[in-house]
Each structure stands twice: as C-alpha cells, then as structure tokens.
C-alpha cells in the first residue's frame, strides 16, 4: 500500500514532457503490479474491478433502499435492467427457471457492462512509479486482463455442471460423461475458453486502439471512445447470453420433474381456472 501513497506524482504530466511516453503506450497483456498484500500481488485490473463492485454495490443500496410505487430517478434504471433479463430468462428457460437463475447473469452482465465502460474511460493517465523506476497506470478495465476473464467464464461453466448434476441426479450426470461423447467432453473445454477469450480479446484490442489513436489522432478520439461504449455493451451482452443458453441446458431436464404440474398450476391461478 505504500506504493500507492509514495508514488512520485499521482496524475500524468503534460504533454511533451519526459514521462509523456509511459503515459501513452499501448497496455501490455500481463497486467502490472501496483502492490503486494503480503505474498499476494495486486494487479490493476484487480483493483479497478474492486472499484467497479463497490461502486455497484453503493450504486444499488442507495438507489433501492427507498423504494416507491411510482419509480423515479435511478430505481427506474434499475427497474429497466431487471425486467429487461426477466423477460429475456422467461423466453429462454421458461418462468419458474427464469426467476431462480435471472439473478445470477444479471448480475454478470452489470460487472462486465461497467468493467468495460470503466477502461474506456480516459483514467489512463492515473499512474504510480514503482520503486523500480517504471510507471504504473492505477487503473484498467478489469476485462483487459485474461485471469479475470478467465475466471468468470469458469465459474460460469462449473456453476451449469453444478445445476446439471443436480437436476440430472447422480446416475444421468455420470452417464453422459462415461458414455463415449466427444462432444460432451469437447463442450466442457470449448465453453470457458471461448467465454473468456472474446471478452478478452475484444476489451483489450479496444485499449490498444484507444491508446494508439490518442498518439496518432486525439482529435477524433472521442469517436472511438464511442465506438468502445458501443463494443462494451454487446460484449456483455454476448457473456451474459451465452452463459443463460448454457444455464438454460443445463437445467432443461428441471422440466421433466414437476415442472409441468408447476407450470400448470401457475396459469390455472392466473387464469382462475377458466377455460381458455
């Protein structure tokens, strides 16, 4: 931590002068090191996706905690989000599975959604100089960093086995793995590493570009800041979609185990039970 407080100079420097270079190069793959807790090592990406889950959560509690009937203000973005992932759940996996599992990759998609519009930001310029001599940005977008990426995507993927195991049972789980299918062993593989390499790739390629264009063309930078706004929302728009269809297979043999008697018994309420 007393890297962060005995940093020579928080904020970049004009430009022209002597650490102008360190200010502007492209980002490397490796995230840097800001600090060590212990024997841990703190990159930037860590620490910016720090900053992006206090500011979530901060944004939500004081948002929500007074909520009216009549929304207004921020509770309508909320709303907007929720019953945005509520009506695309139930068109995937149906209600009773959308409600249980909504949360989950709504909650996904709003990490990754500021993660993104957090590195586009032009915050490049926050740097530390570590006792080495070598000038450290503060902050990245946490997506720029493939162990961020990399981690979310498997964890998404353990959490489908999980819910797989559970609604196939022991002998239906063990089953699809030990009959001979390649497929089902190549998905297993293919999913997390095509999770965590587009979201990867397309955030990082983004920091490239911003910092090469801030170089060779700042005058029309804040189109392609645009542009990475844009790219930030399909990317996790793509993450999240694809983790509810892997979510929605995993459970779809939920429905063959009550989910009909409960599906009917939500719409005789709905309907009282009058012929339709």
């Known amino acids: 931590m007393e890297h962060l407080l005995s940093g020579a100079g928080l904020f970049a420097q004009p430009a022209g002068v002597q650490n102008r270079e360190a200010t502007t190069a492209a980002p490397s793959p490796p995230p840097e090191v800001l600090l060590h807790i212990g024997p841990v090592a703190v990159t930037n990406t860590i620490f910016t996706a720090w900053i992006v889950i206090i500011i979530l959560v901060l944004f939500v509690y004081f948002s929500v905690r ?5 929304p207004s203000g921020a509770q309508n973005f909320w709303e907007l989000i929720v019953e945005l992932w509520v009506g695309v759940s139930e068109r995937t996996m149906g209600h009773r599975r959308a409600r249980r599992l909504m949360p989950l990759v709504a909650t996904a998609f709003l990490f990754i959604l500021f993660s993104n519009w957090f590195g586009t930001l032009p915050i490049s310029y926050l740097y530390i100089q570590t006792p080495e001599g070598e000038q450290v940005p503060i902050l990245r977008s946490p997506n720029s960093d493939l162990n961020v990426t990399a981690a979310m995507a498997i964890l998404m993927i353990v959490l489908c086995e999980v819910f797989e195991f ?13 009959i001979p299918n390649p497929m089902r062993w190549l998905e297993i593989f293919t999913r997390p590493l095509s999770l965590a390499f587009r979201l990867f790739g397309n955030i990082f390629a983004g920091e490239v570009l911003l910092a090469t264009i801030l170089v060779v063309a700042p005058y029309v930078m804040f189109v392609f800041i645009g542009l990475e706004l844009f790219v930030g929302i399909i990317q996790a728009l793509i993450f999240s979609m694809l983790s509810l269809v892997f979510l929605s297979i995993a459970t779809l043999h939920e429905d063959a185990h009550g989910g009909h008697n409960e599906d009917e018994g939500e719409f005789e309420q709905v309907t009282h039970g009058a012929p339709v």
């Open 166 to 178: 559970r609604s196939l049972g022991v002998g239906g789980y063990l089953k699809g793995l030990l």
């Open 66 to 70: 007074r909520m009216r009937d009549v």
